[in-house]
């Protein structure tokens, strides 16, 4: 996911070269450089341990956060130069995280009913919008039994083009309503600022 929109088609976000050139020109500038303000204040509603899943996860920072909070983390990215920046990160800062380079959309024949959290943030957004219902079943087999998806989605501002692809707040409940449970829905007042009033914060519960 790229803060502003790239000229490629839409297609070519399928495939792990576009990601990977991103990351070697230095045009992420979906990276905040710290983990999400909204994600550290989510404690109290997050169970207190387990094993947890973080989508694109790119140069680590959400998942060494909650490694260091006490849960087993996994993350994933598409390119390989962020999954090796994830890792010489997690290494300074003495975080116990598993990365992986993997196409998200192939996890299910190594993860299925794995994790007890899936924590989304800019990957949603980034893939080619025809795989919406796909992305939901992946998310789905990945949870254990009750397990949550938390996500924040963005960009909510109805924008053209993409990535980012805009989310659309009545899809995202249609979409996952139909095998999740959703128990939180809220519009964060600490996003960072260029994104603040375009995100919706939800934790959907796997029925």
Known sequence: MTSQPHDQPSLSVSRSEFWEELYRSGDTGWDLGAPT?????????????????????????????????????????????????????????????????????????????????????VTFCAIDPARRAEYCDVVHAMLTRGGLLVALFFPIDGRPGGPPFAVDVEELRSLFGKTFHLVHESRPTNSVKPRQGKEVLMIWKKQ
Request: glycine fraction near 8%.
């Open 37 to 121: 303000p909204v994600f550290m204040s989510l404690k109290h509603l997050l169970p207190p341990t387990g094993r947890m899943l973080v989508l694109g996860s790119g140069m680590g920072h959400d998942a060494i956060y909650f490694a260091k909070q006490g849960y087993r983390t996994v993350g994933v990215d598409f390119a390989a130069t962020a999954v090796a920046r994830a890792r010489q990160n997690a290494k300074h800062l003495g975080a116990d995280v598993e990365f992986l380079q993997e196409d998200f959309f192939t996890l299910p024949q190594r993860f299925r009913e794995q994790f007890d959290i899936v924590l989304e943030y």
